[in-house]
């Protein structure tokens, strides 16, 4: 959905979210096939963010084709590969401090925009979406030894369908490990109807084949056998390190480094996700 609606934490009441309900759920009832139309444009459609970093020395771009459509792919390194999935409304420009210190230690980083996003194809995205094409980029790719994920990519990863990801360590940056509670809190904040939301949802579910019950990347965390190494923010905004604390807790292969003053994104470049990955290595 769109960042003004998934990155909104204020929750009192507002004029404004009560004419955005009166107004979405007006929209329905007279012309519901318009009104999904509009509702995937308005919360489907990410922001298209651009690089705040330089491309590193030596990095190959290239794209892959999926069933969503061509992936911008970016890369730099020699050897064994790490993926690096980011989220909602990002790019994988975000990684690349982090893909040069990878590659400095001997690895590949090989770095994507998600569909609709960054510089891939496609207008509208989502949970479904992420999952195919994660899933279909590993499944093109030999020598992965691991992935690393930030907030939404987390999700994503964390939902992956992919037999060969079960296997691989994970490094999570400020993971979204409450998704599905986190998107309907968000969007009834919002006060669009969550009956029009509810259809959009249900139209996806359909074309997917992926039902939104099923969806829970804090339990396919604590049940992994492998081992995962969360860097979370103790003041995190938008996704709750009390998750990851409590995903370290319930299981003895979660290592949680806690950081403060990061913040949601900052914490990409952070000195402890830099260690972080070399102790997981």
């Given at each position: 959905m769109s960042s003004n609606i998934y990155f909104n934490t204020k929750s009192k009441f507002t004029i404004r979210r009560s004419m955005i309900n009166i107004g979405t759920r007006l929209h329905h009832s007279i012309a519901p096939k318009h009104a999904?139309?509009?509702?995937?444009?308005l919360l489907l459609t990410p922001v298209r963010s651009t690089s705040k970093n330089d491309d590193p020395v030596?990095?190959?771009?290239?794209?892959?084709?999926?069933s969503e459509g061509r992936l911008n792919t970016y890369q730099i390194g020699n050897g064994p590969?790490?993926?690096l999935s980011h989220g909602w409304s990002g790019s994988a420009s975000q990684f690349f401090p982090l893909m040069e210190h990878i590659a400095s230690q001997g690895f590949t980083a090989l770095a994507y925009d998600h569909p609709a996003h960054g510089q891939s194809e496609g207008r509208h995205a989502h949970l479904p979406a992420f999952v195919q094409a994660f899933d279909e980029l590993v499944d093109?790719?030999?020598?992965?030894?691991?992935?690393?994920?930030?907030s939404m990519g987390s999700a994503s990863v964390l939902e992956s369908r992919h037999p060969k990801v079960e296997a691989l360590?994970?490094?999570?940056?400020?993971?979204?490990?409450?998704?599905?509670?986190?998107?309907?809190?968000?969007?009834?904040?919002s006060g669009f109807s969550m009956t029009l939301f509810g259809a959009m949802i249900k139209?996806?579910?359909?074309?997917?084949?992926?039902?939104?019950?099923?969806?829970?990347p804090y339990q396919k965390l604590v049940s992994r056998h492998q081992q995962t190494t969360i860097v979370h923010d103790e003041r995190d905004r938008f996704?709750?390190?009390?998750?990851?604390?409590?995903?370290?807790?319930?299981?003895?292969?979660?290592?949680?480094?806690?950081?403060?003053?990061?913040?949601h994104g900052r914490i990409?470049?952070?000195?402890?996700?830099?260690?972080?990955?070399?102790?997981?290595v």
């Open positions: 999904l139309k509009t509702a995937r444009n030596g990095l190959l771009r290239s794209t892959h084709l999926t590969v790490w993926i093109n790719v030999d020598d992965v030894v691991g992935i690393i994920a930030h360590p994970f490094l999570l940056i400020a993971p979204v490990l409450n998704y599905v509670d986190n998107l309907y809190d968000m969007v009834g904040k139209h996806i579910e359909d074309k997917y084949q992926y039902s939104l019950d099923t969806i829970n996704a709750p390190f009390k998750n990851s604390k409590s995903a370290e807790n319930e299981a003895t292969n979660i290592t949680l480094v806690a950081t403060q003053g990061q913040g990409l470049q952070s000195d402890l996700t830099m260690t972080a990955f070399d102790n997981l």
